[in-house]
């Protein structure tokens, strides 16, 4: 809430972080957005806490793969790219805990970046997801609501459903580790009836990250 208010730094306090000995980066597509988010929930069940997962559903990958050419899967429901760093000599079991548990979820491929090269490819998709919605012209309402990471894969269920029941389409775009969403609402911006749906469906979606135990902005 703090958009539009002016501050001034007296002082600032910073704290320097080692860049981590080493990194790797993972894809994998999944037939059903759940899936992906029970992955997730999994994973950090198992006591791993990685860098970053983020998670891309079809239509979103549609957008970006529209733009970018970058090989994704269009008939994945889900994309979830997960990023572990740390010491290089602890990183393989964690690789291969990850690998297991996207399989045991129903992973259909993993890709694995062997280089700075192949981990900036996996990247970029994700990166240029909000850039590639803007892109299409169309107008879309936004949210930032979070829910616990054990429930992600029944607040993407309320976001489709939501969408469904005013004929809407919508995309979603999470930072999966987190328990971060960002549903994209597309509507019509000239259609006055479209524009109250989109509102409505943005409320519906904040409640039921409320209902799940979460929050309506991460």
Not at 6 to 30: A, H, N, W
Not at 112 to 133: I, M, N
């Amino acid at each position: 809430g703090s958009e539009g208010t002016m501050g001034i730094l007296c002082e600032l306090c910073l704290r320097l972080v080692p860049r981590p000995e080493s990194v790797q980066t993972m894809s994998f597509d999944f037939p059903a957005v759940a899936d992906a988010c029970r992955t997730v929930s999994a994973v950090i069940a198992a006591g791993i806490i990685p860098a970053a997962m983020e998670l891309m559903d079809r239509q979103t990958v549609e957008v970006v793969e529209q733009w970018l050419h970058l090989g994704l899967p269009l008939d994945a429901e889900a994309v979830l790219v997960v990023e572990v760093d740390g010491p290089a000599a602890g990183l393989p079991p964690q690789v291969e805990r990850i690998l297991a548990i996207a399989r045991e979820h129903g992973a259909r491929s993993v890709r694995a970046a062997a280089d700075e090269a192949e981990r900036t490819a996996l990247w970029r998709g994700r990166k240029s997801a909000f850039g590639a919605y803007g892109r299409t012209g169309r107008a879309f309402h936004l949210m930032d609501g979070t829910v616990p990471r054990s429930r992600l894969a029944e607040a993407a269920a309320a976001v489709y459903a939501l969408a469904g029941e005013r004929g809407l389409t919508v995309g979603n775009l999470m930072h999966a580790g987190d328990g971060n969403l960002h549903p994209h609402i597309l509507f019509d911006p000239d259609d006055a009836a479209q524009r109250q749906a989109a509102l409505d469906v943005a409320q519906g979606i904040l409640r039921a990250c409320l209902r799940l135990g979460g929050t309506i902005s991460g």
